[in-house]
């Protein structure tokens, strides 16, 4: 029973098409975020939502949206697709953040590739 | 923000070699995690460790939060600790993560 599950795993696209990626926590996190790792490694964090509302927002362009249904969802639309989107997008959540407490728990991670 | 600084980058050991991973943060520490992203990409949570000293297995980590740093011990090390680590901390809703100590267990 996995706790942050994504999907796709996997996305093969064209340049300026539209994907999106869905994202479930069954951990009861009023916290959900979204992550990209480049090629290199490094995890940036691009939204996060606290109990469906929006509290990171980082730069990232306005092609990538954000939506959470309710608490246990966060997805991820990404508009006209760039080569440069090519990544691992990691969903994640955590509980009790807003107290000073929190443990991060990641999904599995979702590899889109723009051609 | 905390800036997090892990070291060593790269670490390639043969098999059954012990080893330490640091991570230094810029700020007291908090909720300082350890995470293993294994060579499928998947990250797993090794440990969640504010302070103190905890074991699972072969792997320990320590954590001193008012010098602001962390050690992740692996002892005896496999194959499959191959991947990279990461250890992140949080203040609030934002975590830092450092840019992780890729590690490779040679048979």
């Known amino acids: 029973d996995t706790a942050v599950s994504q999907t796709p795993k996997y996305l093969v696209t064209q340049m300026g098409n539209d994907k999106s990626i869905k994202c479930e926590q069954n951990?009861?996190?009023?916290?959900m975020y979204w992550y990209k790792q480049d090629s290199k490694k490094f995890l940036k964090i691009m939204f996060s939502y606290n109990n469906k509302e929006l509290i990171i927002n980082e730069t990232v362009p306005n092609r990538f949206s954000p939506k959470s249904p309710d608490k246990a969802h966060l997805n991820l639309h990404i508009n006209s697709l760039e080569l440069g989107d090519s990544a691992v997008y990691f969903c994640a959540s955590a509980d009790r953040v807003v107290f000073g407490t929190g443990e991060l728990f990641f999904g599995e991670g979702s590899r889109l590739t723009v051609l | 923000g905390i800036q997090v600084e892990q070291s060593p980058p790269d670490l390639i050991l043969q098999e059954g070699a012990n080893s330490t991973l640091r991570c230094n943060f810029s700020?007291?520490?908090?909720?300082l995690q350890w995470f293993h992203q294994n060579p499928w990409g998947q990250l797993i949570n090794l440990f969640y460790?504010?302070?103190g000293t905890k074991q699972n297995g072969r792997l320990s980590a320590t954590t001193v939060a008012t010098e602001r740093y962390s050690l992740l011990y692996i002892s005896s090390s496999q194959t499959t600790d191959s991947g990279v680590y990461f250890c992140a901390d949080n203040t609030g809703n934002q975590f830092y993560f450092g840019t992780g100590t890729s590690l490779t267990v040679i048979p």
């Open positions: 460790i504010p302070s």
């Open positions: 951990l009861g996190h009023d916290t």
């Open positions: 700020d007291s520490v908090n909720n």
